[in-house]
């Protein structure tokens, strides 16, 4: 009887079909629980997390599962040491969980029901951290707030905004891509816990040039920009509002009901002529600036 081929085998047969040139080969990621050894450079505690939800807005749907990663870090350097073990919790929405949601997650009815987030266990991670990384932290910082308070009050870096992954070449900036073509690796995607083990990986794995992706992070965070609010703006101006990337605000949370953007500092002025010169007919001063950093930054109450 054949024996199944042991790890070893497996790797002589992936490097033999990278070696061809004709073939990629992806690892499935086991996460170490280091990075770098420790050095004499202070370190600071960061936590990676993630967020799996009913839906996508933050003022009607509800999180069903939360996975929260501290790890130390060098502000100085990027440098990942120890990682901790994901803490991880369910919650009841207190209604089904869509249909479309049970499918891509794995999450189902039976595997929240009854359970909740450890608020006093979340809140003291969360206190004895510097910084608060998600992958697209425009959509968990929402949730999080509206659920747990202790998310207003502390810095928060984007893995997915704040390294120029594009300008860096990669084709695309989704998580499950990134980690395919930058670390060669697959995962258990949206899984809060794999998510967010995967994103420390990510953040870890030196760029081509030997920059550290979460160096690059943390430079961006200690950066303020500016979410330029498009007030008044002609409803004939829309296409080209949406085509600079500007996002629409219904108003329906206290914010300006306008379309809005966020650029660097150094961007304002450019961006200010060109609403100038675009969206209102020469006229200047039609428009609402709001001062951003890492403590507001991906916040809606902004």
């Not at 770098?36 to 933050?58: C, F, N």
Request: aromatic share 8%; proline share 5%; glycine share 6%.
């Amino acid at each position: 009887m054949a024996t199944e081929p042991g790890r070893s085998e497996l790797e002589d047969l992936a490097r033999q079909l990278e070696e061809s040139g004709d073939y990629r080969v992806l690892r499935r990621l086991v996460p170490p629980r280091r990075y770098a050894d420790s050095d004499s450079l202070p370190h600071r505690t960061a936590i990676a997390l993630d967020v799996e939800t009913t839906g996508l807005d933050p003022r009607t749907d509800a999180i069903i599962q939360l996975s929260v990663v501290a790890f130390e870090y060098s502000a100085e350097t990027g440098k990942i040491f120890e990682v901790s073990e994901p803490l991880t919790f369910f919650e009841d929405p207190k209604r089904p969980i869509p249909a479309e949601v049970a499918k891509m997650t794995g999450i189902t009815d039976a595997d929240v029901a009854g359970k909740r987030i450890d608020d006093q266990a979340v809140e003291a991670v969360v206190r004895s951290s510097n910084l608060v990384l998600a992958h697209n932290a425009a959509f968990d910082r929402p949730f999080l707030e509206r659920r747990l308070p202790v998310f207003k009050d502390v810095a928060w870096g984007c893995s997915l905004a704040d390294v120029p992954w594009r300008s860096l070449g990669y084709a695309s900036s989704s998580q499950e891509c990134l980690l395919m073509e930058h670390c060669g690796a697959f995962y258990d995607a949206h899984r809060a816990d794999s998510d967010a083990l995967a994103m420390v990986h990510l953040l870890a794995t030196p760029l081509e040039a030997g920059d550290l992706p979460l160096a690059l992070l943390l430079q961006s965070a200690r950066k303020k920009t500016v979410r330029i609010w498009a007030v008044g703006a002609p409803f004939d101006a829309k296409d080209a509002l949406k085509g600079r990337r500007y996002r629409w605000n219904s108003g329906d949370d206290k914010r300006p009901k306008a379309w809005y953007r966020d650029v660097r500092e150094d961007e304002q002025a450019a961006e200010q002529k060109w609403l100038a010169d675009v969206v209102y007919g020469g006229a200047s001063g039609k428009w609402k600036v709001d001062v951003l950093d890492a403590r507001t930054r991906y916040s809606d109450r902004s």
